[in-house]
């Protein structure tokens, strides 16, 4: 599966185990690098509503009826996971200011897409300034990637100043960015302040 999808398309998505074929939860929102632009892991519900956490390293596949994972083991409890310090898709970035290293505020987040493929899967954040651009349908995407720093309290997402590379369709922003392999193209790189 290549193709980009709304974070809502993966959101509610049975997780089963490989390894027994138990139904373990369901998908319950997705857990990303900020700046990376990477997923790196999913946070999972299961039926009594308790959430547990699963890291990629664990995630066998996602298809397009459920995500496999490689056992039940593969579920961790946020307090023991080491992926309580990324922010969650839909929960944390969702509303989240958006401001160039220059200092001005593009708008907030306002849905998260993902690019799935076997080795990783990356973001593309749609940001608009106003409830005139959602009327409208005026918005700015822009690969996660972009980022170049994470506030503590998940309100603020410092971006790269190259906004050119940004575009005003989620559909030319995404074959501007992957190759027809699939693959993210090579030639779209950002600067980070860990540069």
Same mark, same amino acid.
């Given at each position: ?13 049975? +997780?089963?185990?490989?390894e027994t074929a138990n139904k373990l939860g369901q998908v319950h929102d997705l857990i ?16 009594? /509503?308790? *959430?547990?956490?699963?890291?990629? /390293? ?6 397009? @009826? ?5 056992? @039940?083991?593969?579920? +961790? ?37 993902? *690019? ?9 954040y749609e940001v608009r300034s106003s409830i005139l651009d959602k009327i409208l349908g ?14 503590? @309290? ?9 906004? /050119? ?21 090579p030639q779209v790189s950002v600067r980070s302040h860990g540069d």
């Open positions: 599966m290549t193709e980009i999808q709304g974070i809502d398309a993966l959101i509610g998505r049975a +997780v089963l185990s490989v990303v690098h900020p700046t990376k632009g990477e997923m790196v892991g999913l946070s999972v519900q299961l039926s009594d /509503e308790s *959430h547990f956490l699963v890291g990629n /390293e664990e995630i066998r596949s996602i298809g397009p @009826d459920a995500v496999i994972v490689q056992s @039940d083991q593969s579920l +961790v409890l946020p307090d023991q996971s080491s992926l309580k310090a990324f922010p969650f898709a839909k929960k944390n970035l969702i509303g989240v200011k958006v401001i160039t290293e220059d200092g001005k505020l593009l708008g907030e987040i306002a849905n998260v897409y993902v *690019h799935l493929e076997a080795t990783t899967s990356l973001f593309i005026h918005a700015l995407y822009f690969p996660a990637s972009f980022g170049c720093a994470f506030a503590e @309290d998940s309100t603020r997402l410092i971006v790269s100043n190259d906004t /050119e590379k940004a575009d005003r369709k989620l559909a030319t922003i995404a074959s501007r960015l992957f190759t027809t392999s699939g693959s993210f193209a």
